[in-house]
């Protein structure tokens, strides 16, 4: 498939996990990437794996405004265009509200609700020009509560409030915007979770698929919403995560 040939799509958080796989994905499509995200040796890395075009790597904080303007002004520069804004990069911190420091609570709200607001901020306009669409990556805990993880709630419960209020006031322009919530899936945010057996199969208990996602499960609901396919779609927070949502939270009972 080639949906996104002569597109361009920036991607933040690129340097890993969701973020690394979408690239891979959009690239394979056809589409120019720019890989966004703090670390350059990581972007540089996931930069070798593309399949060949006219791709960037910039080096940038989200959470920092200034630097997401001059990372709005760089891509303009250089392609004059913007289709897919994917607003991935994120961390989690976790720990009852009392134990949570300010600075982490801060530091967690400038990656994953300050970061999104920046870069839409930033490229909207370019996106108002192609009528291209944004793809917030929240999270089935912003669907949600989860046990000892409120500070990352609130973030993900807000990125996904904002995405219907975004879609409400940009469709009548031609733009779309929809979030992707992933359930637990494999990257370095979950490490440890990775390797504790027993937690695995508590997870696994409430997951009708019984697996943990893989980054490259996510991409390719990211690139279908982004797609043409998805045209008639905003404003939608769609869960990826093995039928986790389905329950009612109730314990298996037979």
Known sequence: ????????????????????????RFASEGASVVLVGRTQEKLDKVLSTLAEGQHLVVS???????????LADQVQRTYGRVDVLVNNAGSIVQGKIHEVAIEDWKK?????????????????????????????????????GDWGMSVYNAAKGAVTNFTRALAMDYGSDGVRVN???????????????????????????RIPLRRAGEPEDIASAIAFIASDDARYITGVNLPVDGGLTASNGQPKQA
């Open 1 to 24: 498939m080639s949906r996104f040939s002569q597109k361009v799509v920036v991607i933040t958080g690129a340097g890993s996990g969701i973020g690394a796989a979408a690239a891979q």
């Open 60 to 70: 940038c904080d989200v959470g920092e405004a200034e630097q997401v303007r001059q």
């Open 179 to 205: 979030a992707i919530c992933p359930g637990f899936t494999r990257t370095d945010l979950t490490e440890d979770a990775q390797e504790d057996q027993g937690l695995l199969e508590q997870f696994y208990d």
């Open 108 to 144: 967690l709200m400038s990656t994953d609700l300050d970061g999104v607001y920046h870069c839409t901020h930033f490229f909207m306009p370019a996106l108002l020009n192609s009528k291209g669409n944004v793809v917030n990556i929240s999270s089935v805990s912003g669907l949600g």
